[in-house]
């Protein structure tokens, strides 16, 4: 089953925040984050386990709750390279990754 | 190789012909996906290929769709009889070990469509 991400969209300015969330009805494994440019493969940003940690990534940095079933996306101090669709993709244990259908983020100056 | 390679990168082909499209993934990763990305829309999975395990079809949208891997090495993607709703980037990712929280790496994909 297809995990929810929301927003949908986002506009920000330079030097903005942003959060982006994802939420799945399935019991998860583990939660990573992409983000794709336009007609480009998506990128591996991070991924966080079952019982993991907060991680971080420049000042792009991801929580995981596993109680709720919830990731959020924190993006602070945006800059204009963060523009982009940013999927979730949720993992069941031993399977493959089933992805939202995407947050689309622009940055402008 | 360092990346993930697919080729061709642009395919368009006809209504009711058959195609295939390649995957070399990266040296030593054991996981292989493949995706499919329709214009606008999210990662919808297909395939999945782990080792020398019985691969994982379940995303197969129809019969017409079929995959092969040759040991943990090149895998091809093959449509049959293609239809205009196959129009779409096929994507292919690795993984290193996807059990031990290894991300995916994407190739660039291959943009299908039939005219």
């Known amino acids: 089953q297809q995990p929810v991400q929301s927003p949908q969209a986002v506009i920000l300015r330079e030097g903005e925040d942003a959060v982006i969330n994802c939420s799945s009805s399935k019991a998860l494994y583990s939660v990573h984050w992409y983000r794709q440019k336009h007609g480009e493969a998506p990128v591996f940003l991070m991924i966080l386990l079952k019982g993991g940690e907060q991680k971080g990534h420049e000042k792009i940095s991801a929580s995981f709750n596993e109680k709720k079933q919830q990731s959020s996306l924190y993006l602070t101090a945006s800059q204009l390279s963060y523009s982009g669709t940013y999927f979730c993709g949720t993992e069941r244990a031993g399977n493959m990754l089933t992805f939202g259908g995407g947050t689309r983020l622009m940055v402008k100056p | 190789g360092a990346g993930v390679s697919q080729s061709p990168s642009n395919k368009v082909t006809e209504k009711g012909k058959d195609v295939e499209l390649r995957c070399d993934p990266i040296?030593?990763?054991?996981?292989l996906y493949w995706y499919r990305q329709r214009l606008g829309q999210g990662l919808e999975f297909l395939i999945y290929?782990?080792?020398?395990?019985?691969?994982?079809k379940s995303g197969l949208p129809s019969d017409r769709f079929s995959a092969e891997r040759t040991g943990e090495s090149v895998s091809t993607l093959t449509i049959q009889r293609t239809q205009q709703e196959d129009s779409a980037v096929y994507l292919c990712a690795s993984s290193l070990d996807p059990g031990l929280g290894y991300g995916y790496t994407f190739g660039s994909g291959t943009r299908l469509t039939v005219v």
């Open positions: 040296s030593g990763h054991t996981a």
């Open positions: 290929f782990q080792g020398n395990s019985a691969p994982d």
